[in-house]
């Protein structure tokens, strides 16, 4: 994409932003298809022994400075802030 970018000279920073959504559906009818797939023929899927709310919520810590990282990137880039660039070396300074 930023390939394209330069070539057609497009703001890349635009064109990145243009992803989040067709991502995003992307992602929604892989998990569609993966639903519909284990309805059909459940002895695909592995069995997984059930936990409680309080596992799942303290099996989340480890990730946090992750999605820090990712939030301060987004804001950055969808407030303005700072261009793709600059919010790439914001990235690599947070992390």
Same mark, same amino acid.
């Given at each position: 994409?930023? %390939?394209? /970018?330069?070539?057609?000279?497009?703001s890349i920073?635009?064109?990145?932003?243009?992803?989040?959504?067709?991502g995003i559906?992307?992602? %929604?009818? $892989?998990?569609?298809?993966? @639903? !519909?797939?284990?309805?059909?023929?459940?002895?695909? &899927? *592995?069995?997984?022994?059930?936990?409680?709310?309080?596992?799942?919520?303290?099996?989340l810590r /480890?990730?946090?400075?992750?999605? $820090?990282?990712?939030? %301060?990137?987004? =804001? &950055? $880039?969808?407030? /303005? !802030?700072?261009? *793709?660039?600059?919010?790439?070396? =914001? /990235?690599? @300074?947070? @992390?």
């Amino acid at each position: 994409m930023i %390939i394209y /970018g330069i070539v057609t000279e497009t703001s890349i920073g635009k064109l990145l932003i243009a992803g989040v959504f067709p991502g995003i559906l992307l992602g %929604i009818c $892989l998990i569609l298809c993966i @639903a !519909i797939w284990v309805r059909v023929k459940p002895s695909d &899927a *592995p069995k997984a022994e059930g936990a409680t709310w309080a596992e799942r919520w303290r099996s989340l810590r /480890g990730i946090w400075p992750s999605t $820090l990282l990712i939030i %301060i990137i987004l =804001v &950055a $880039l969808y407030t /303005g !802030i700072a261009t *793709p660039t600059e919010a790439g070396a =914001v /990235g690599a @300074a947070a @992390a």
